[in-house]
C-alpha cells in the first residue's frame, strides 16, 4: 500500500462515528515503521479560506481497520493537535 492510497480514504473514529480529518503525511521511525498519520483537522479547513489549521496526529496502534474506502481508528486515546 502507497502512502497515495492512504490519502484516498476517510478516518473515522468508531466511537463516535465522526469523520476525523484526512491523511496529509506520515511518521516513520528509526526502524523505518510508520508510527503515526498526520491529518489535516477538517474543522478548520474551509472552501477558500484556511485559518490556523491544526494538525492531528494519530498513532498507527490506534487504527483498527483499513477498508476499501475508510480507515477506522479508536479515537478513545488522545488525539494530538499541533
Keep these: 500500500m502507497n502512502l ?3 490519502q484516498n480514504k476517510e478516518v473515522i473514529d468508531i466511537a ?3 469523520r476525523i480529518g484526512s491523511i ?3 511518521i516513520i521511525d528509526t526502524n523505518g515503521v510508520i508510527s503515526k ?3 489535516e483537522d477538517r474543522k ?3 472552501k477558500f479560506l484556511i ?3 491544526e494538525d492531528v496526529y ?3 496502534k490506534q487504527i483498527v481497520k483499513i477498508g476499501d474506502d475508510i480507515i477506522l481508528v479508536d479515537g478513545k486515546d488522545n488525539l494530538e493537535y499541533k
Design 4 to 6: 497515495s492510497d492512504l
Design 16 to 18: 463516535t462515528g465522526r
Design 24 to 26: 496529509i503525511d506520515v
Design 37 to 39: 498519520l498526520v491529518l
Design 44 to 46: 478548520t479547513t474551509r
Design 51 to 53: 485559518p490556523n489549521r
Design 58 to 60: 494519530l498513532s498507527w
